[in-house]
């Protein structure tokens, strides 16, 4: 949820972490901190209330350089935004922590602590963990022995980075449930929560695995695992560029990214398909014994994810002729499922450290299924490492909250599991090459779709002053209906829902006047006249109707009826992925509009690292 950034160097390693606070600032900005060392100087500290120039400004005025120190931008878990609850959080003795995650028992170690005489300026559980490292400090007389003794004592999630001005030479981390990585130079190292935090000094980095404790100095790294024994863990080079992250020419990274779908898509696809043929090796060396042997498919996701998954289950139960559950993670977590025999575990996650998803994971690994499948746009991540099958969607370092190309990637990485499992139930070779046919078409038709940005821009005024909205779809279009309302209520913070259009009879329909409009998404499918209905009751109570359709639908524009008309011959297969870029786009221009924070909207975070 927050960002983490650390250095050591014989350099100021301070521009370093403000510029990867930069670029973790997605993850978590109501403050921001840092705390730094230079030689044998006591720590120094500034926290700032708000964004990151915040914390960059104050620095202006009070120039604290170093060449070792952490930083730290947060999202608040426990305690309220405020400078005094903003990390990096200091025990007595110049001993500074930064913290990701939630620790579950810290009422009980703060009991424990004030008890033993120490004092809390702060509501975090962060200011815990400091303190209670400080505390074992005085049995072991070294700090890395100290962060081991205390993460042992730790119940949650954490990633940690402590420093201190009596061992002003190293940085001791520490892993359970949220990602921390170390980025490796030439006489100098860094850490971070996220790579892209550091692609501005190195391409190399280590990630640090489930109940690590490492220590970093400035040309050395040790790592010591769970038991308690020294392990290597391996330098992976990063393919991400320095620059991924940068806005270009674009007013905000979501007008950006909804603008690379094209290219995101045909990357995903890149030598996934070939010849009329999908490649399954793609999924993993073990995907066609897997996908020959599946029956039932199981998809748990949260958010936007889930919406994907969502759709999936409608295309895998229609092409595959397989049953599909799609589940909620938080929801899956906690009850006790009943596995079908040969049923696929599919996970889908953006960051690949969704916390929820990632339990999820590791609770379905004792429950039986046949095999593990991810599908994440990050390589690294824990889930990747974690899952026996893996299909990247390859869109590219995601910034903006809101997800638009992470799930039209997704949605594309499902068309691809989708013709794998179908080749081995239902689909010959001439259905399989129309499929991948119809997949490689995708790029292009988002590009003719974005051609509507005008038009939408325009429809956008008409929302400004609203307070509600209604989305509407049937079959595979009803999860796009939903995915829009969250993008609307997301970053515009009107209240928006997502619908079958079939159960409007059942209940919304009281909702419908003339001031709420109504949003509907009818590709020319089999679905289309029933839609036509229920857009009908929505038009005979007064609601206004807007209405992303088919060129062929037969649906024409009339008094309180807007139809934007989409590109023409979409089918089945490719209509979730289309209709969903002008929902994106509209969602932006209300937003744009009502001036709200697009990229980061109030209350969320990108990376939802604690349950």
Known sequence: MCGIVGAI??????????????????????????????????????????????????????PTPGNLGIAHTRWATHGVPS???????????????????????????????ERLGYSFTSETDTEVIAHRIHYHLATVADLFKAVRATVAELEGAYALAVVSEHDPDRIILAREGCPVVIGV????????????????????????????????????????????????????ESALSADAAEKGLYRHFMLKEIHEQPSAVAD????????????????????????????????????TSYHAGVVARYVI????????????????????????????????????????TLAALRLAKQAGYL??????????????????????????????????????????????LVIALAKHNSADSERERGLVTRLIELPSLIDKTLALDGVIEELAKRFADKHHALFLGRGALYPIAMEGALKLKEISYIHAEGYPAGE???????????????????????????????????????????????????ITPSDGVTVIQM?????????????????????????????????????????VTVE
């Not at 995907?287 to 949260?302: G, L, N, P, S």
């Not at 969903?580 to 980061?600: E, F, K, M, S, W």
């Open 9 to 62: 160097a014989e350099r100021n390693i301070v521009p370093i972490l403000m510029e990867g606070l930069r670029r973790l600032e997605y993850r978590g900005y109501d403050s921001a901190g840092i705390a730094v060392l230079n030689g044998t100087q006591h720590l120094k500290r500034l926290r700032t209330v708000g964004k990151v120039k915040m914390l960059q400004e104050a620095l202006e005025q009070t």
């Open 83 to 113: 400078e005094r609850n903003a990390h990096p959080h200091i025990s007595r003795d110049g001993l500074a922590i930064v913290h990701n995650g939630i620790i579950e028992n810290h009422e009980e170690l703060r009991s424990d602590l």
């Open 185 to 236: 130079g030439v006489d100098e190292n860094f850490v971070a929560s996220d790579v892209a935090a550091l692609l501005s000094v190195t391409r190399r980095f280590v990630f640090l695995e489930e109940g690590d404790v490492a220590e970093i100095r400035r040309t050395s790294i040790r790592i010591i695992d769970r038991e308690g024994n020294t392990v290597d863990r391996p330098i992976r």
């Open 268 to 303: 995903t696809l890149q030598e996934r398909v070939a010849n009329g043929r999908l490649l399954e090796a793609a999924f993993g060396p073990a995907a066609t014994e897997v996908f020959k042997r599946t029956r039932h498919v199981h998809i748990v996701a949260c958010g």
């Open 317 to 356: 139960e229609q092409v595959c002729k397989l049953p599909c559950s799609v589940e909620i993670a938080s929801e899956y977590r906690y009850r006790n499922p009943v596995v079908p025999a040969n049923s696929l575990f599919v996970t889908i996650s953006q960051s690949g450290e969704t916390a929820d």
């Open 371 to 416: 095999s593990s499948l991810a599908i994440c746009n990050v390589p690294e991540s824990s889930l990747v490492r974690e899952s026996e099958l893996v299909m990247l969607t390859r869109a590219g370092p995601e910034i903006g909250v809101a997800s638009t190309k992470a799930f039209t990637t997704q949605l594309t990485a499902l068309g691809m």
């Open 504 to 554: 409007l009879k059942h209940g919304p329909l009281a909702l419908v006047d003339a001031d709420m409009p109504v949003i509907a998404v009818a590709p020319n499918n089999d679905l289309l006249e029933k839609l036509k209905s229920n857009l009908m009751e929505v038009r005979a109570r007064g609601g206004e109707l807007i209405v992303f359709a088919d060129p062929e639908s037969g």
């Open 567 to 607: 590109p023409k011959h979409v089918t089945y297969f490719q209509a979730p992925v289309v209709y969903t870029i002008p929902l994106q786009l509209l969602a932006y221009h209300v937003a744009i509009l009502r001036g709200t924070d697009v990229d980061q909207p109030r209350n969320l975070a990108k990376s």
